[in-house]
Nanobody, 114 residues
């Protein structure tokens, strides 16, 4: 499975961005698909994911600000990021888990700065 992430960029604190991740094949309900982020010098951090096709799950630091969703017809998962903070600055990676195997996109940089 190939994953193509896009949508990163520079945004001011309080602003919004929407990340997209397109998969090269259908995303099955048994797959877990989500987003991670990584800051240089730190471990990759899980941010949000969808279980069983519909159940969203978020790390505490983004709850109420980020929303993960999917468009099955387009094999695409989105991450709507609102009320962005400087500490959200990171490279964001799309991840798909399928029967014990992790697949990763190439990452898209999000910079939150005034």
């Amino acid at each position: 499975v190939q994953l193509q992430a896009s949508g990163g960029g520079l945004v001011q604190p309080g602003g919004s961005l929407r990340l997209s991740c397109v998969a090269s094949r259908r995303i099955f309900s048994s797959n877990i698909i989500g987003w991670y982020r990584q800051v240089p010098g730190k471990e990759r951090e899980w941010v949000a994911r969808i279980f069983s096709g519909v159940i969203p799950n978020y790390v505490d630091s983004v709850k109420g600000r980020f929303t993960i969703s999917r468009n099955n017809a387009k094999n695409t998962v989105y991450l709507q990021m609102d009320s962005l903070k400087p500490e959200d600055t990171a490279v964001y990676y799309c991840n798909l888990w399928d029967r014990g195997t992790d697949y990763w996109g190439q990452g898209t940089l999000v910079t939150v700065s005034s």
